[in-house]
């Protein structure tokens, strides 16, 4: 069985949702069709010559890829030049593209949480912040006999999520009171009579960009035909959301140790960095792509070593001036890892849906970068 492309748009938001993409960001279906079907999805950093080929010859008619291949406004699509060329080939096999840029890097488990893991970074927290995300409170009465269902709903769906652990949720049991007015069909009690049912009462914690879907997810497992239920806004707590992560390290260490593990996580055998192997590092920045822009707030966060891409001399400069070590293993070493998480992520819930969608990895895409 297929899958829509609008569906597997939809499971990549659920890792990581649209709302987390910065303003100038340009996310989602950039070429092709919601509404079409597709047997095959290719997962890639970006979209090449190479990895369209790939495309093709997996049969899969979806990319998904982290870089927008459409950026810029366009004022022409030319197919002598990027992106039209591509853009053309793509129509032409009926492919379809979709991005998901700085919404995983910010994402919970995206880009910048997944090198802060790799890292065995605890503590961290968000480096470069985008904007605050704000939760919910959301209660639910029903009927004792179903409170594990609804909380595994809810779970499913995003609510009850506390640092590590899941399914997060009071319950108290009480007395819900009704009367079924002519015309309805209650689940219990008899029309024209006023029914006490053992009820609980359950609440949860829900992110704002997970609320509608806990809300209908809470809703289909529910059993009454009328749920009652209420959401609350709360001032507390609130939650930044961003690229990159700070942290520390379990134990102190040296620059020179810091490097070689690094090495080992990312599987790179170059790399530039800037400061003394000697110094020790224990707190760490990391923002993987390009977060040269960010070396004096690593510097602020109290960081000892920033660990990013693209890294330019004048920023290595000031790293130096700022006594903060600084390396960079590249933009493609310290993102990559992430596509692995998003084609696991896709194909999992393809899987649990039914759908026989497969998800491949590109295998083509390198780094473009190489050394002598
Ligand atoms: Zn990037």
Known sequence: M??????????????????????WDRV?????????????????LELTEEVLDEAVEQSAEMVVVHHPLIFKGLSALRYDSNPGYLVQKMAAHGFHLYVAHTNLDAAVGGTGDLL?????????????????????????????????EIRDSLARAGAGWIGNYSHCTFQAPGTGTFKPLPGTDPFV????????????RLETIVPEDRLKAAVKAMKEAHPYEEVAYDVYPLAEPEKLVGSGRVG????????R????????????????YVGDLNRPVRKVG???????????????????????????????????DLGLAVVDPGHYATE????EVLAHHLQTRLREEGSEARVYISRKLKDPFQFL
């Open 116 to 148: 802060a893991k790799k890292l065995a970074l605890e503590e961290t927290e968000v480096l470069v912040e985008s904007h605050r995300q704000r939760f919910y409170k959301l209660v639910v009465f029903l009927p004792q006999g179903h409170e594990d």
């Open 2 to 23: 297929s899958a829509k492309v609008g569906r597997i748009a939809q499971l990549v938001e659920e890792l990581a949702p649209r709302k987390l993409a910065e303003d």
């Open 189 to 200: 009690g008899k029309v024209g009579q006023v029914e006490k049912v053992s009820e609980y």
């Open 286 to 320: 990391v923002l993987p792509g390009s977060g040269g822009d960010f070396v004096a707030r690593a510097a602020s966060r109290g960081a000892d070593v920033y660990v990013t891409g693209d890294v330019k001399y004048h920023q290595a400069r000031l790293a130096e």
């Open 28 to 44: 989602g279906l950039q070429v092709g069709d919601p509404r079409e079907e597709v047997t095959g999805v290719l997962v890639a």
């Open 336 to 339: 990559t890892p992430v596509i």
């Open 248 to 255: 520390r390290l379990k134990e102190e260490t040296t620059l």
């Open 257 to 272: 140790d810091f490097i070689a593990r690094l090495q080992e996580v990312l599987g790179v055998k170059h790399l530039r």
